[in-house]
């Protein structure tokens, strides 16, 4: 039985092991270690529920793509409503945890101006998606954004969501007004979200 230095083959299949494991922890995380970088102007208060103030508050990105029912879907559409972005996929425990919330909460709200849109991501094809949001009951659409270049698209140093689920709720003028980098239940939604609704 040889001691010797370990084989290119097995320090090769250590480190890719090593590499598959952190992705997997960024990738469906409970958000509490994903920060974005620079200065964010964001507050974070309780249940890890981050706001920032009205007048500081930074552009939402472009995000124009195709729905999972392969419909354009256009965020500039939808100005004018307050908008609940939440980054999902299939593949992940804590949305499913997460998924019969968002459906009760954005009925709830929908006759208040506010439209839900998911990101749904990292899910290679869209059977899975689709048949997630069926079990769930998830009637809102959602981007399918299946290497997360739309996820890419917000702008470094005030959301960059790293984790999912992420929840990003844009105000009635377009701009990044709230986050959080963990899932949520009903309660907590709807205290990400309220503040938002109510104001003029």
Do not use: H
Not at 18 to 44: E, I, R, W, Y
């Amino acid at each position: 039985m040889s001691f010797g230095r370990p084989s290119r083959r097995r320090f090769t299949l250590l480190a890719a092991t090593a590499v598959a494991g952190a992705l997997t922890l960024t990738a469906c995380g409970d958000g509490n270690t994903a920060q974005g970088g620079g200065n964010t102007n964001f507050v974070t208060g309780k249940g890890g529920i981050s706001r920032v103030a009205k007048a500081e508050r930074p552009n939402a990105p472009k995000l124009q793509g195709e729905s999972l029912d392969g419909k354009p879907l256009d965020l500039a559409d939808y100005k004018g409503k307050v908008v609940v972005l939440n980054v999902w996929g299939s593949w992940c425990g804590p949305c499913r945890l997460e998924a019969k919330y968002f459906a009760k909460v954005s009925e709830e709200t929908a006759d208040q101006g506010v439209q839900f849109i998911g990101i749904n991501t990292r899910d290679a094809q869209k059977d899975p998606a689709i048949n997630f949001e069926k079990d769930y009951g998830i009637t809102y659409p959602s981007y399918f954004d299946p290497i997360g270049k739309l996820i890419l698209r917000f702008p470094k140093g005030t959301v960059n969501p790293k984790a999912i689920p992420s929840t990003v709720v844009v105000d009635r003028e377009g701009k990044i007004a709230a986050r959080t980098l963990q899932p949520l239940d009903a309660e907590q939604l709807r205290e990400m979200i309220d503040p938002i609704i109510a104001e003029k």
